[in-house]
């Protein structure tokens, strides 16, 4: 049963430049020490994230992409098609799907996405998509405060 807390999960490649976006904003939003909000990373989502959401009410993901708008956020739908249960990378509604499935329960889930300009190999994420990640801790911040 969740106790009313919030999951941040920041994923993506740290060494493939924008790629690390995801990481980079929940690393910052951890500085932040909001009450009742537990951050983590990791660099994809699996099935094996189910059991932790147990202790939650709602979970945030953050990831880059490659198109879009420079941020955005929205709920979670549903998923396209059906998770296999071997399934090593799934999606956002993938896993709020799977969770409801398994456990019987809900889960809010919401998925920010950060438009990022360059995947080839580096460490650094490029100017601008610092500046959307930026953002995007700005609204997060608001929105996990709320």
């Not at 807390?5 to 990481?23: E, F, P, Q």
């Not at 955005?72 to 059906?82: L, M, N, T």
């Not at 998925?111 to 500046?131: H, I, M």
């Given at each position: 049963?969740?106790?009313?807390?919030?999951?941040?999960?920041?994923?993506?490649?740290?060494?493939?430049?924008?790629?690390?976006?995801?990481?980079?904003?929940?690393?910052?939003?951890?500085?932040?020490?909001?009450?009742?909000?537990?951050v983590t990373t990791t660099h994809q989502l699996s099935l094996d994230l189910?059991?932790?959401?147990?202790?939650?009410?709602?979970?945030?993901?953050?990831?880059?992409?490659?198109?879009?708008?420079?941020?955005?956020?929205?709920?979670?739908?549903?998923?396209?098609?059906?998770?296999?249960?071997?399934?090593?990378?799934?999606?956002?509604?993938?896993?709020v799907s799977t969770y409801s499935q398994l456990y019987g329960g809900s889960?809010?889930?919401?998925?920010?996405?950060?438009?990022?300009?360059?995947?080839?190999?580096?460490?650094?994420?490029?100017?601008?998509?610092?500046?959307?990640?930026?953002?995007?801790?700005?609204?997060?911040?608001?929105?996990?405060?709320?």
């Open positions: 049963m969740a106790i009313g807390k919030t999951l941040v999960i920041g994923y993506g490649n740290t060494v493939r430049t924008d790629d690390g976006a995801g990481i980079w904003i929940a690393e910052k939003l951890s500085s932040f020490q909001i009450s009742g909000v537990v189910l059991e932790e959401f147990k202790s939650y009410a709602r979970v945030v993901f953050i990831d880059a992409s490659v198109e879009g708008d420079p941020v955005q956020f929205d709920s979670v739908g549903k998923p396209a098609v059906p998770v296999p249960p071997s399934a090593h990378h799934c999606t956002p509604a993938d896993l889960i809010e889930g919401y998925f920010c996405t950060v438009r990022g300009e360059n995947f080839e190999f580096g460490t650094e994420l490029t100017a601008a998509t610092v500046q959307h990640a930026s953002s995007a801790v700005e609204m997060l911040e608001k929105f996990l405060w709320g």
